[in-house]
């Protein structure tokens, strides 16, 4: 075609000349009517190639049971192709066209190259989305961060690119070119420092397997508190539980301290680990008819027998005066409500009973003594956790009464009008 073409662009001229044209007048009219032609063909060639292309890929995509050819497909790959091959044909026709016009020429040789080299790379950019598409639907890539090192390998091509570019619009040697480059390569790094920090941090989160696309991550620094949607080569972004979302220096995580709940939702159970304060001044040792009432309590019944019997024979055959509660073994309310919430615990639906489960005093402060909740609910979801927790806790305090015990609370500010 383009033989056939080069052969109706150089007849022209001759052509008008023959026919009594002056010279000026015949090389504008054969430049006039070869351009239109030259439009005229290229567009006939995009339109039959992206027929051609698109159809071709679309049947193949029918046919195969990859899904890659599927998201070429959809990245309009074939379509950019298309655009290739009539700006080849016109990149071969224009020193034919403007042949007696050299300055021009050059011009539109350069433009017309320089756009070539701009759809290459985008053409390559739209393979390597539909790579990236590809291996997000395969299990094993899912999570990782496919887009940073795609991002690295474009802005590698791109730097080619703009090699090429620059030295074919200024005619400088690609020696010549990365030779100046190298001199201000401190002016580059400057530049992309940011993206070479992403760079690096990608690979260190990639290797060290420190965050997955889909981790539920908390960062306080920047208010991060979600789930990770995508890791790029500068950014990673976290959509929040308030569906607000969070933008984070992919250098951040390997610099900087954050939380990754991921163990916690692979484990079999979410932690609880809450305390609530009771009055230090409530506590105190039980008598027999306190601990007759308590055995009423169905959790705690068989444990009441069996300590007061054992306590009972301890303080008999030591001889100990019982008039006074301090004297030898005795039970207090504290420690049987101990038993008792690790009783209720053990017995809770939604305790994961195969992981540690705790009911312990922590250091008392002036606001009372912590008692302190440690176990582990088998449902892992937030709203479930929040409800067996608050079950729970609701459970405890209203249990609190019954053991003569008292939660510590601030006393409410009593206003006191004169009369």
């Known amino acids: 075609m383009f033989k056939a073409a080069s052969k109706i662009f150089t007849l022209l001229y001759p052509f008008f000349r023959k026919i009594g044209m002056n010279y000026t007048f015949a090389s504008y009219i054969s430049l006039v009517i070869n351009i239109a032609i030259l439009c005229l063909l290229a567009y006939s060639i995009y339109i039959v190639f992206r027929l051609l292309l698109v159809t071709i890929m679309v049947f193949i995509a029918r046919r195969t049971k990859t899904r890659f050819d599927d998201l070429l497909v959809t990245n309009k790959t074939a379509k950019y192709i298309a655009h290739l091959i009539p700006l080849l044909f016109i990149y071969k026709s224009v020193p034919v066209i403007l042949e007696k016009y050299e300055y021009w020429e050059g011009v539109f040789g350069k433009l017309v190259g320089i756009y070539i080299v701009i759809l290459v790379l985008w053409i390559i950019r739209t393979i390597f989305n539909a790579l990236r598409d590809y291996l997000k639907l395969k299990p094993r890539y899912s999570d990782k961060p496919i887009d940073s090192f795609i991002q690295v390998i474009m802005i590698l091509l791109w730097i080619v690119g703009i090699i090429i570019i620059i030295s074919r619009l200024f005619e400088i040697g690609h020696t010549e070119l990365l030779t100046t480059f190298g001199a201000v390569s401190a002016l580059i790094i400057l530049i992309f420092r940011d993206i070479i920090l992403g760079f690096v941090a990608s690979v260190q989160v990639s290797v060290n397997d420190m965050i997955r696309i889909g981790d539920w991550i908390t960062m306080e620094k920047f208010g991060a508190d979600g789930d990770v949607i995508e890791i790029n080569l500068t950014t990673v972004k976290v959509r929040n ?29 979410r932690r609880i680990k809450r305390h609530i304060l009771i009055k ?57 409500f101990r ?5 209720y615990l053990a ?50 305090i209203a249990s609190v009464p019954y053991f003569g015990l008292e939660v510590f609370e601030l006393p409410s500010k009593v206003t006191i009008t004169k009369s």
């Open 241 to 269: 539980f308030d569906n607000t979302t969070t933008t984070i220096p992919t250098y951040s995580l390997s610099s900087d301290s954050f939380q990754n709940w991921r163990g916690m939702l692979n484990s079999d159970g």
């Open 280 to 336: 230090t001044s409530s506590i105190r040792f039980l008598n027999d008819s306190e601990l007759d009432n308590l055995k009423n309590i169905n959790l705690i019944t068989a444990y009441i027998d069996s300590r007061k019997a054992e306590i009972n024979n301890y303080n008999t055959d030591r001889g100990i005066d019982k008039s006074i509660a301090i004297n030898g073994r005795n039970m207090t309310n504290m420690g049987v």
């Open 339 to 343: 038993k008792y919430i690790m009783q």
């Open 347 to 396: 017995n809770h639906p939604a305790i994961n009973q195969e992981m540690l489960l705790m009911c312990r005093q922590l250091q008392s402060t002036v606001n009372g003594v912590p008692l302190e909740i440690y176990a582990f609910t088998s449902d892992k979801r937030w709203e479930s956790y929040e409800y067996v927790m608050s079950d729970v806790f609701d459970h405890i």
